[in-house]
């Protein structure tokens, strides 16, 4: 049904790059955590991307085009599912699913996904319309969530600064 990709480290990153290196910092506020050639693109904005190490490990993300950072991992829906299941649902769902995150971590010191547990959750197959009806309705919610979560980051670095 999809395919996994890991992210991998780089050393060799610098801010002269085709691509953004695709860190949790970089996903969540666009802070630059550096740049790679064309060439080493493994993920799209068709994938979707889920941390797997660190304390949000779990978090599910809308793919973007670059290079995938150490701590993540994207799924890709193989192409025969297109007609069954949307990328945009299942990244719905999934975020949705993942909210109780101790239920995909493990670890005392670095919290780390539990990738059998996350793999098999059950994710149901309504018809494609339905879907996308569905995916109507979130799309605003979460976009208006992404500028809420963007306004606070910057309100916090704004505080930061005034206060040291």
Same mark, same amino acid.
């Given at each position: *049904?999809?395919?996994?990709? #890991? $992210?991998?480290?780089?050393?060799?990153?610098? *801010?002269?790059?085709? %691509?953004?290196? &695709?860190?949790l910092?970089? &996903?969540?506020?666009?802070? /630059?955590? $550096?740049?790679?050639? *064309?060439?080493?693109?493994?993920?799209?904005?068709?994938?979707?991307? =889920?941390?797997k190490? $660190?304390?949000?490990?779990?978090? =599910? &993300?809308?793919? !973007?085009?670059?290079?995938? $950072?150490?701590? *993540?991992?994207a799924?890709?829906? /193989?192409?025969?599912?297109?007609?069954?299941?949307?990328t945009?649902?299942? #990244?719905?769902?999934?975020?949705?699913?993942? @909210? @109780?995150?101790?239920?995909?971590?493990?670890?005392?010191?670095?919290?780390?996904?539990?990738?059998?547990?996350?793999? /098999?959750?059950? %994710?149901? =197959?309504?018809?494609?319309?339905?879907?996308?009806?569905?995916?109507? #309705? &979130? /799309?605003p919610?979460?976009?208006?969530?992404?500028?809420?979560?963007?306004?606070?980051? !910057?309100?916090?670095?704004?505080?930061?600064?005034?206060?040291?």
């Amino acid at each position: *049904m999809m395919t996994l990709h #890991y $992210g991998t480290a780089i050393k060799n990153k610098s *801010m002269k790059g085709d %691509i953004p290196y &695709l860190t949790l910092s970089f &996903l969540e506020k666009g802070e /630059n955590d $550096g740049r790679v050639p *064309m060439y080493e693109s493994d993920t799209n904005i068709n994938d979707i991307i =889920v941390v797997k190490d $660190g304390y949000r490990s779990g978090m =599910v &993300l809308k793919g !973007k085009d670059g290079k995938l $950072g150490s701590t *993540m991992l994207a799924l890709r829906l /193989n192409s025969d599912f297109s007609n069954v299941i949307s990328t945009e649902f299942l #990244y719905y769902y999934l975020s949705f699913a993942t @909210n @109780n995150l101790n239920l995909f971590q493990q670890g005392s010191t670095i919290r780390h996904l539990r990738k059998e547990k996350f793999l /098999n959750i059950e %994710i149901p =197959v309504i018809e494609l319309s339905k879907q996308k009806n569905i995916c109507k #309705y &979130l /799309n605003p919610i979460y976009d208006k969530k992404e500028q809420i979560s963007q306004s606070i980051y !910057k309100i916090e670095r704004l505080l930061f600064f005034i206060n040291n």
